[in-house]
């Protein structure tokens, strides 16, 4: 009886002993992992033989955005000239919690009756002027859509960590900011002309904040886990890291 007690205390130690070392195991390789993927983003610093290659623009590949509490929300919202996500913009508006931020824009489309019912803008293209009617039909300054574009840019960089909230923004007003900014999608058209990857996950490799430079200069610093270390922690899938890794491949070649 003593002997099966000892036995079954052994049993227990040893059991007790391989779940620590898995723990550490496990421990550990989240720490190889999380180090590889900042040397992936940071690039080697002090290295002696870093390759300068003038055509990117950027150091540091972005991490996958966490809330801190430190955030200065924004709320934003925007008026078109229709309802298709191609549509001009014919008024921007922010709101900061202070601040507010109002421009109209001269279209370059006639906004639709439809739509004009509902925002109250209309736009006479004869003499280049914009209303906001009502009870009086009230001429409104409008302006440039790359004028007001980048006072709003220079807007919301003023904050603290801005983040954008607004109702149905994802699906609306961000497609047509992204439409009306040559911003990071540009960047992926070799790659979606050549059938790599879809322009759906290009928006959203620019959405996530990477351009082709950030991805190219991980593929240079690591070879495919290189991607692999950037793309999963963006929420990307091995099939993506593939059709990258072999677009750079050959592009090298």
Do not use: W
Request: charged share 30%; net charge neutral; proline share 3%.
């Amino acid at each position: 009886m003593e002997f099966e007690r000892i036995e079954s205390v052994n049993r227990l130690g040893k059991h007790s002993q391989l779940l620590i070392s898995k723990e550490r195991l496990t421990i550990k390789s989240k720490k190889l992992k999380d180090n590889q993927r900042e040397s992936v983003k940071e690039g080697d610093t002090y290295g002696g033989e870093i390759e300068v290659q003038e055509y990117i623009d950027t150091e540091t590949i972005p991490s996958k955005m966490k809330f801190e509490g430190e955030e200065s929300v924004v709320v934003f919202d925007l008026e078109t000239t229709g309802l298709s996500r191609k549509s001009d913009i014919t008024q921007l508006a922010a709101f900061d919690g202070t601040t507010v931020f109002n421009e109209y824009v001269s279209p370059r489309e006639v906004i639709s009756p439809k739509v004009s019912e509902i925002t109250g803008l209309t736009f006479d293209f004869s003499c280049d002027q914009m209303y906001h009617h009502g009870t009086f039909c009230k001429p409104v300054k409008s302006r440039d859509i790359q004028i007001v574009l980048l006072e709003f840019i220079d807007f919301i960089s003023k904050k603290k960590k801005p983040i954008l909230f607004g109702h149905n923004i994802a699906s609306f007003d961000i497609p047509i900011l992204m439409n009306k900014l040559p911003l990071l999608t540009d960047s992926y058209i070799p790659l979606i002309r050549a059938s790599r990857i879809t322009k759906l996950t290009a928006r959203r490799l620019a959405h996530s904040g990477l351009c082709l430079k950030h991805l190219q200069l991980a593929f240079n610093r690591d070879s495919e886990n290189g991607l692999k270390s950037i793309l999963l922690e963006h929420g990307f899938n091995a099939k993506t890291v593939t059709s990258f890794t072999k677009y750079f491949t050959c592009t090298e070649e």
